[in-house]
């Protein structure tokens, strides 16, 4: 995957000892990970290896993505053997160092995929090729259908085969046919690593559940959409239609994971519809890239480029700061079922307000982070070439129409998970001993919310860091013209300039006044209790909140939203009748594979030349 563009060595010669030093750290480390599994005795001696190893490997991208160790970045000709197995361009090095910052808060759980996964950013063609399929291998849940994941691993080894041998390979007409097909290979390989599907329920089998090491399954995933927009041949007519159709794909995909976030039973599931959501994106915002370059709007293709890397190193961001507050709601609270979780405000108050402003981003509240990308978002559909008829809109209001839909459903699942884990009261015994974790998890939860809060505020940063590998995406010389300023984010047209930090300083005024207010009124906030319990025996010990049978639950919330819609008694049995009809007719169809349960690992050897028929098929039609 990195051998798709042009390979890039910098000017000096500290590029390619950087290259050298991490590719030792990652060699130690993956000798290290394979020595705790082996002797499980070492793994207590093996943590805070990993750990340094990770902070080794930031320091090395961060040197590296400086202009002093980067130098101009220049196309020159092949790097020696060694650095053509692990040679980091400017465009890996800003994956690797978000990759690099999940392994650190993985530990141990998730430090092989994390490894699989800097390989597979930074390694060259059958390596990172090798190192995607390991990673989908390692994001592999027991508790999903059976098979999942033979597509992402169909598409890594088709990318092995796409992948050019040189730099000159995408300028010949072989190159450009078989980068014609990229599109496609690049959905099968990142469908597993996104977490992307079509199902809207939000069960044990369709929904795994979320860990810390599909975060970097989510970077590699973004890294190779960045890629396919570095290396896709100038084709007009090929791109508009690849952009447009991955634009409806994702659409559809998003709609898909915020009904499965809505629907889900416990936590972990909830975050994976919207971590699903999220990493529909992407795909969206690499679509919108396609027909930017197919029109030759290189000012909106600009913005695509800005849009993409901020979703990238703000998602990774957010979504490990949400499964690090996940992780200690778990040790304090028990499972993290809904029906079980409940007054968490007031139990454990540190951990509920950064959790809070974590879901407030996923949300897109301003100023936060999840704000600026909805804006962008809709400035780069606003860029879109204007078709001379009615007719010819009518696609992208549908496709707006649908993410609307999406973002609703996505709002209402972030409401009721606050409203049922946060809000309430205790509904377990162990529920209401929980409290605040101790400071070291804590200030680790802390420092996570707090760079995404960073983020938020100064997005050019990340943009000012990444400025050589988005000039590599975006194919100029310099990176001058897709940087901003620090504080800024300017539109892709040039229009409009949002500028996140006057929101938030807006916030802080209009907070402190609220403050001085409620300070000059001298009343302190109080618990409402009940007066008079109706001769109600007392409550026990581990029940100081009242019986948790009484409590607000998951059902309330429901019941309260049919309320408000003016849902009629009775209207409901129609819907259920409609959706056992549904399900038996599911059953149906599934005899067949009941009968032969063995189907599924007969019809497995034919899946890779099926795919290889397809794919030269598609390719035949599309040269």
């Not at 995929?113 to 390692?138: D, E, N, R």
């Not at 794909?249 to 699903?276: I, K, T, W």
């Not at 849009?307 to 490990?320: R, V």
């Not at 943009?463 to 990176?479: I, T, Y």
């Amino acid at each position: 995957m990195a051998g798709w563009a042009v390979i890039t060595t910098p000017g000096t010669g500290a590029g390619r000892i950087i290259s050298i030093i991490l590719l030792v750290v990652l060699g130690a480390m993956l000798a290290c990970v394979l020595a705790s599994r082996a002797w499980p005795r070492a793994r207590a001696a093996c943590l805070p290896l990993l750990r340094v190893g990770w902070v080794v490997v930031m320091a090395g991208a961060l040197a590296a993505c400086l202009p002093a160790a980067l130098g101009h970045v220049a196309a020159v000709g092949r790097a020696p053997r060694l650095l053509s197995v692990f040679h980091p361009d400017p465009l890996a090095l800003s994956s690797l160092l978000l990759v690099a910052l999940v392994g650190l808060c993985a530990g141990q759980a998730g430090a092989l995929a994390c490894i699989a996964a800097a390989a597979a950013v930074a390694g060259g063609p059958l390596v990172s090729g090798l190192a995607g399929a390991c990673v989908i291998v390692a994001l592999r849940d027991d508790a999903a259908r059976r098979g999942r994941g033979t597509g992402g691993l169909l598409g890594m080894a088709l990318l092995s085969m796409l992948a050019p041998a040189g730099p000159d390979a995408l300028a010949g007409a072989g190159g450009a046919s078989r980068a014609l097909v990229l599109p496609v290979v690049v959905l099968m390989a990142t469908w597993p690593l996104l977490h992307l599907s079509w199902r809207p329920g939000g069960g044990r089998r369709h929904v795994p559940a979320l860990r810390m090491a599909d975060v970097a399954g989510f970077v590699v995933g973004g890294h190779l959409w960045l890629r396919l927009l570095a290396c896709y041949p100038d084709s007009t007519v090929l791109s508009e239609r690849w952009g447009y159709a991955l634009v409806a794909l994702s659409a559809g995909l998003f709609l898909a994971a915020s009904l499965r976030a809505l629907v889900a039973r416990d936590m972990r599931r909830v975050l994976s519809g919207l971590f699903g959501g999220t990493a529909a994106l992407p795909v969206m915002v690499a679509g919108l890239g396609l027909v930017a370059r197919a029109n030759d709007l290189p000012d909106m293709l600009g913005g695509v480029v800005a849009c993409l890397m901020l979703l990238l190193a703000a998602g990774c961001i957010i979504w490990i700061a949400l499964l690090g507050l996940c992780d200690a709601i778990e040790v304090e609270a028990g499972q993290l079922v809904l029906m079980h979780l409940g007054g968490l405000a007031t139990l454990m108050p540190r951990v509920s307000a950064l959790l809070s402003v974590g879901l407030l981003a996923l949300g897109g509240m301003p100023p936060l982070i999840g704000f600026s990308i909805s804006w962008m978002l809709l400035r780069l559909f606003g860029a879109l070439p204007h078709g001379g008829s009615l007719a010819q809109e009518i696609p992208v209001v549908c496709v707006l129409a649908v993410m609307g839909a999406g973002w609703g459903v996505r709002l209402l699942a972030l409401v009721r998970l606050v409203g049922v884990v946060l809000c309430g009261r205790p509904r377990t015994p162990r529920g209401a001993g929980a409290c605040d974790p101790p400071w070291p998890v804590l200030g680790r939860c802390a420092a996570g919310v707090a760079l995404a809060c960073v983020v938020s505020l100064l997005p050019g940063g990340w943009g000012a860091l990444a400025r050589a590998g988005m000039a590599q995406v975006a194919r100029q010389v310099n990176g001058g013209a897709v940087g901003g300023s620090l504080f800024a984010l300017p539109s892709p047209d040039g229009v409009s300039v949002l500028v996140p930090l006057h929101g938030a300083v807006l916030l802080l005024v209009v907070g402190v006044m609220v403050g001085v207010v409620w300070w000059m009124r001298g009343v302190s906030a109080t618990r409402q209790v009940a007066t008079w319990e109706q001769g109600a025996p007392p409550a026990p010990p581990w029940m100081p909140f009242g019986d948790p049978l009484t409590q607000v639950g998951a059902g309330v919330f429901v019941r309260l939203l049919q309320d408000m819609a003016g849902w009629p008694e009775g209207a409901a049995a129609g819907v259920r009748r409609a959706l056992r009809a549904w399900r038996a007719g599911g059953r149906c169809l599934m005899l067949p594979l009941l009968r032969f349960p063995d189907a599924p690992e007969r019809l497995a050897p034919l899946a890779l030349p099926a795919g290889i028929a397809l794919a030269i098929a598609l390719l035949c039609w599309l040269s």
